[in-house]
């Protein structure tokens, strides 16, 4: 049966030229194509695509033909990229090799062994483990090749998210004018500390420094309360450079207490855009107690002097 | 036993309960969890599936067995439909991922040597993506010098193939496979063209 | 026009498409979205969906009107054996929640303060956790002293409970909701009560 269609680089095969004949890697097939390297997954797939293209017989290996071709597409390619090309290379050698064994003297073969017909493999040959890898390798390609299928059939059907999931994460607003979530707070805690190139270590030194918790948050309520109804932008707050971690740190917790309290409210107007603190008055803030703020303030700082 | 009413009506509660089960769930639910939640055996369960599915016969969705359990899912045929309504989807999977994937399924637990050794390719960033995509995932080491990691597939891996069970993937029998190979050497060039096509993509 | 049989043909292949089209959307469609996706028209949509309706009437599912489109749904009655196998996930509105989207429900836009005042006790972690449920989402601010963040419910909340208007919440005149909510956050039923009828399933 004729190949229905056949591969660019196996059109040009002179698939007549007997096995064996002698061909000088030097004068390569001139009305060879060049082979592209990165069409293969490596020198096997080249060699199984040789073998096939060449309709070899596999269990008769014309190496020397295979080998001719082989090392006429590697030079083909002209320069040839070491990174992409070192496989390729590795088994020309290994090609060359099993050639210049062949050449030796062949020993008597076990004429008492029926099976020995040329159908299936004499371990003695040095073909032997090539052939073997050939037909390993081409045997996975087979199976892929019938994966593929599978995956195409597959991908002709649909299924539905679990129901939960959908729940939790199918209708994630962007982010709006109004309060912010403790995430956005981590988030931009994490960029601060980012751009101030700190690492984890730097931040256990907390309990060694002299500003306390409850000092961050009266200096946040102050400076929100002092800007009045345009709120106060949370860069105004960033301590400036050279400064302790630890203060950017605090900023952070107190600005979460605040807002646990309902002291302040934050908010950002445009994804990533200016973050803006505003006091809120005692009138308008919940019914959360003076008292809880500070039993809750001591709470974290006993907790810090317990470290 | 179904000529007694009572029963059959059971039956189908029965299905009606796992359709909405199967229709919450979005993933495979095993026989056993289906059983577990109905308060029944998994042998009511099959017959209640099969009652399912015959129902779902004229319909625009099926039961499907994947992934060790059963999934209610589209029909092919109203793929595209379904496709204009969603994102398009991940990428399929390249060839040298689809090879490799494919040795780790017959040979797992298999470690990233054997692999290359296979392939005659260096396959890390491949196994890389694999694991990435949850096809495949580390399945502890291996107990000699070295003690490389071993990888084995995921039920992902299963459901990426609409497969059942490990077992779906087509026996390899040894000769078999060699004969499969002669044919393909011989007489199958336009197989290679898809490969060749595919590599080339 | 049902006499040509090409015309009933084509009528059940587009319940089919729709049916795959509500099961993998898992929201609301509407007949405008359906006739777009499936190049038909809203007309041709509903006989569809009729056709769908009436095929599923044996089924444990069933396709809904919600929040202005249509939805594959489980049917109230396998309810119990659902919420078995999301028990894990199972995350009901707590009575503070109910109570508090009762309230922003009828009286949106509407403050924390406001709320509170309701409901007597300090409400911002229900508000934080209807929002995060998407129950309720800000709606700007009052421009009244502190400037008091305005909250209203979302479709997630028409959709949760069944709705597909705000305006098929049972109607109250303003006295009558006063006196409920009052009595709302005294009586514990009397809020569920109200909702669940609101909720008509």
């Known amino acids: 049966m004729p190949p229905a269609a056949v591969p660019d680089a196996a059109t040009a095969l002179p698939s007549s030229v007997p096995p064996g004949k002698k061909r000088s890697s030097s004068e390569p097939f001139a009305a060879l194509p060049p082979l592209r390297l990165h069409a293969f997954e490596g020198p096997l797939d080249l060699l199984l695509h040789l073998v096939r293209a060449g309709r070899m017989d596999i269990f008769d290996l014309p190496i020397a033909t295979l ?3 082989y090392i006429a597409h590697l030079d083909a390619l ?3 990229d070491l990174s992409v090309a070192g496989e390729f290379l590795v088994m020309a050698a290994t090609l060359l090799e099993i050639k210049s064994r062949l050449l030796l003297p062949v020993p008597p073969r076990d004429d008492a062994d029926p099976d020995q017909d040329g159908s299936s493999l004499d371990l003695t040959d040095p073909r032997a483990e090539l052939v073997q890898r050939l037909l390993e390798y081409g045997k996975y390609q087979a199976i892929a090749e019938g994966l593929k299928l599978r995956e195409a059939d597959r991908k002709n059907v649909f299924f539905r998210d679990p129901m939960d999931a959908r729940l939790a994460s ?7 004018f109004g309060e912010l979530s403790a995430d956005d707070l981590l988030r931009t805690l994490e960029r601060m500390l980012a751009s101030v190139g700190a690492g984890e270590k730097a931040i256990t030194s907390v309990r060694r420094q002299k500003i306390t918790l409850r000092m961050k948050m009266r200096e946040v309520a102050f400076h929100a309360r002092q800007a009045g109804q345009d709120g106060v932008s949370l860069s105004v707050l960033v301590p400036n450079a050279p400064f302790a971690l630890i203060e950017v740190v605090l900023l952070f917790l107190a600005l979460l207490e605040l807002l646990k309290s309902g002291s302040v409210l934050v908010a950002q107007k445009a994804f990533c855009g200016d973050i803006r603190i505003f006091f809120v008055p005692e009138f308008e803030r919940a019914m959360v107690a003076e008292g809880e703020i500070e039993s ?7 907790a810090e002097a317990e470290d | 036993m179904t000529d007694n009413p009572s029963v059959a009506a059971n039956a189908a509660t029965l299905a009606g309960i ?5 229709f919450v769930a979005g993933e495979p639910l095993t026989a056993k969890e289906l059983a577990k939640t109905t308060e029944t055996d998994e042998v009511a369960v099959h017959v209640a599936v099969r009652l399912l599915r015959d129902r779902y016969a004229e319909s625009g969705l099926q039961v499907v067995e994947i992934a060790r359990g059963y999934q209610m899912a589209t029909r092919p045929e109203f793929a595209s439909a379904v496709a204009k309504l969603l994102a398009p989807h991940a990428n399929r999977l390249s060839r040298p991922a689809l090879e ?3 040795i780790i399924a017959y040979r797992q637990p298999c470690t990233q040597a054997e692999v290359e050794a296979i392939r005659g390719v260096a396959s890390d960033g491949v196994l890389k993506t694999l694991t990435e995509r949850e096809m495949i995932v580390e399945a502890g080491r291996r107990q000699t010098p070295g ?4 990888y084995s597939t995921t039920d ?3 459901h990426y193939f609409g497969l059942s069970e490990l077992s779906d993937l087509p026996l390899l029998d040894e000769d078999e496979m060699e004969a499969r190979e002669i044919a393909a050497a011989n007489d199958d060039a336009a197989a290679h063209t898809a490969l060749v096509a595919a590599g080339v993509e």
């Not at chain 1, 199918?170 to 709006?176: D, I």
């Not at chain 1, 809750?296 to 006993?302: A, F, H, L, V, Y």
């Open chain 1, 67 to 69: 080998c001719d071709q």
């Open chain 2, 18 to 22: 796992i359709e909405c089960l199967l």
């Open chain 2, 147 to 150: 003690r490389p990691i071993l």
């Open chain 1, 170 to 176: 199918g209708f994630a607003l962007p982010p709006k």
């Open chain 1, 78 to 80: 002209g320069s040839v």
């Open chain 2, 156 to 158: 992902h891996f299963l």
């Open chain 2, 100 to 102: 490799t994937v494919t």
């Open chain 1, 296 to 302: 809750g303030t001591e709470g974290i700082e006993e």
